[in-house]
């Protein structure tokens, strides 16, 4: 079985192609350049772009992977969560495709792409708690099985992505905020500063990043060298992000923790742009161990927006035998569970 799936939902224009277990071809084209200079998505021009990258995409994919569209079987693409107009462009593509075709188009929810990431290539889906961490989303799901999901827990505001990129641009640095933020917080002190570790002891499992946020942005006049507003010395940088990024990750780590616990499962697994974060790899590799839990980390090139994880889920749904209709609407609000 071949999927062609198709991932606009935010600022990334992805194609991928799966053959079986084999990836064909995964093509990414990231507009964070373009939307740098507005320090975030700026949704019109997200699906303006998408609309403009995806022909391209979809010729490289097709040439990469050697095949053409009437040797796909399945047209996928992400329908939600995700931005209204950036969802259109790609669910209609996939659609056109699948007409095209004549073969079936499958919609796939973005969350699920990212959960099941951290087993592509593998053919179980066992039982586990996910964190999803990403720059809209931050989320513990328990996953009994492929389909079978419970959200445990939520952020309340900001999404940890979300706080990274808000932390960045504060200080002036670049965006997408969080590998600006890591980078820095390589030669800073996490202890320098005493960020509040919010809903730490809360006695549930969801999370709120927006109090550390804002405990940065009280900190900063005080750093404020000279004159300009962003004119900070970058060993106080490192400092302010070493904190702010150990503040992020103690909390991540306990609640994920705790759900596992909770949910009586022995795997984590690890999915979403934040899981490229090193520190929080590394924090998580170690507490895991201390805990006997197993950790599945998806790759990096599979943690931030791609296709090839919404190829992935789409393929295991076909497997089971889920089908769907040209009439699957895209929907901004999309609920994994
Ligand atoms: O999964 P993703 O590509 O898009 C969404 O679905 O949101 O995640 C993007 C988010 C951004 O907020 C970005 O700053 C964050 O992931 N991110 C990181 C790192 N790399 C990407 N956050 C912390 N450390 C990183 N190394
Ligand atoms: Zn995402």
Same mark, same amino acid.
């Given at each position: 079985?071949?999927?062609?799936?198709?991932?606009?939902?935010?600022?990334?224009?992805?194609?991928?192609?799966?053959?079986?277990?084999?990836?064909?071809?995964?093509?990414?084209?990231?507009?964070?350049?373009?939307?740098?200079?507005?320090?975030?998505?700026v949704p019109e021009f997200a699906s303006r772009n998408h609309l403009h990258d995806l022909p391209g995409l979809l010729d490289r994919a097709f040439r990469a992977a050697g095949l053409d569209s009437n040797e796909i079987d399945i047209f996928a693409a992400t329908t939600g969560?995700?931005?209204?107009?950036?969802?259109?462009?790609?669910?209609?593509?996939?659609?056109?495709?699948?007409?095209?075709?004549?073969?079936?188009?499958?919609?796939?929810?973005?969350?699920?792409?990212?959960?099941?990431?951290?087993?592509?290539?593998?053919?179980?889906?066992?039982?586990?708690? &996910?964190?999803? %961490? *990403?720059?809209?989303?931050? =989320?513990?799901?328990?996953? $009994?099985?492929?389909?079978?999901?419970?959200?445990? @827990?939520?952020?309340?505001?900001?999404?940890?992505?979300?706080?990274?990129?808000?932390?960045?641009?504060?200080?002036?640095?670049?965006?997408?905020?969080?590998?600006?933020?890591?980078?820095?917080?390589?030669?800073?002190?996490?202890?320098?500063?005493?960020?509040?570790?919010?809903?730490?002891?809360?006695?549930?499992?969801?999370?709120?990043?927006?109090?550390?946020?804002?405990?940065?942005?009280y900190l900063l006049p005080k750093l404020i060298r000279g004159t300009k507003e962003t004119a900070f010395d970058p060993a106080e940088i490192a400092d302010v992000c070493a904190s702010f990024q150990?503040?992020?990750?103690?909390?991540?780590?306990?609640?994920?923790?705790?759900?596992?616990?909770?949910?009586?499962?022995?795997?984590?697994?690890? &999915?979403?742009? %934040? *899981?490229?974060?090193?520190? =929080?790899?590394?924090?998580? $590799?170690?507490?895991?161990?201390?805990?006997?839990? @197993?950790?599945?980390?998806?790759?990096?090139?599979?943690?931030?927006?791609?296709?090839?994880?919404?190829?992935?889920?789409?393929?295991?749904?076909?497997?089971?035998?889920?089908?769907?209709?040209?009439?699957?609407?895209?929907?901004?609000?999309?609920?994994?569970?």
């Open positions: 079985m071949t999927v062609l799936a198709i991932e606009t939902s935010c600022d990334e224009t992805a194609v991928a192609i799966l053959q079986g277990d084999t990836l064909r071809a995964s093509e990414v084209s990231s507009q964070s350049a373009a939307h740098r200079s507005f320090g975030g998505v969560p995700g931005l209204a107009s950036s969802l259109l462009v790609g669910s209609s593509t996939a659609k056109g495709l699948a007409i095209g075709a004549g073969k079936p188009f499958l919609p796939v929810n973005h969350l699920e792409g990212h959960l099941l990431s951290p087993f592509f290539g593998k053919s179980e889906i066992e039982p586990n708690v &996910s964190l999803i %961490v *990403s720059g809209g989303h931050t =989320l513990l799901v328990h996953v $009994r099985a492929f389909g079978d999901y419970e959200i445990l @827990g939520r952020t309340l505001d900001d999404a940890a992505g979300e706080a990274f990129d808000k932390v960045a641009k504060m200080l002036g640095l670049g965006y997408p905020g969080g590998p600006e933020v890591e980078l820095r917080a390589r030669d800073g002190n996490p202890s320098r500063f005493d960020l509040p570790r919010p809903m730490l002891k809360s006695d549930d499992l969801n999370f709120s990043f927006s109090g550390v946020k804002t405990a940065v942005r150990a503040a992020v990750i103690e909390v991540l780590r306990a609640k994920s923790l705790r759900a596992v616990r909770e949910a009586r499962v022995r795997r984590l697994t690890l &999915s979403g742009g %934040v *899981s490229c974060n090193q520190a =929080l790899r590394e924090d998580l $590799r170690n507490a895991c161990a201390a805990a006997d839990v @197993g950790l599945l980390v998806a790759e990096p090139w599979l943690s931030t927006d791609n296709a090839a994880m919404i190829a992935f889920a789409a393929m295991q749904k076909a497997k089971r035998g889920i089908h769907s209709s040209l009439t699957a609407e895209i929907d901004p609000n999309l609920a994994l569970a």
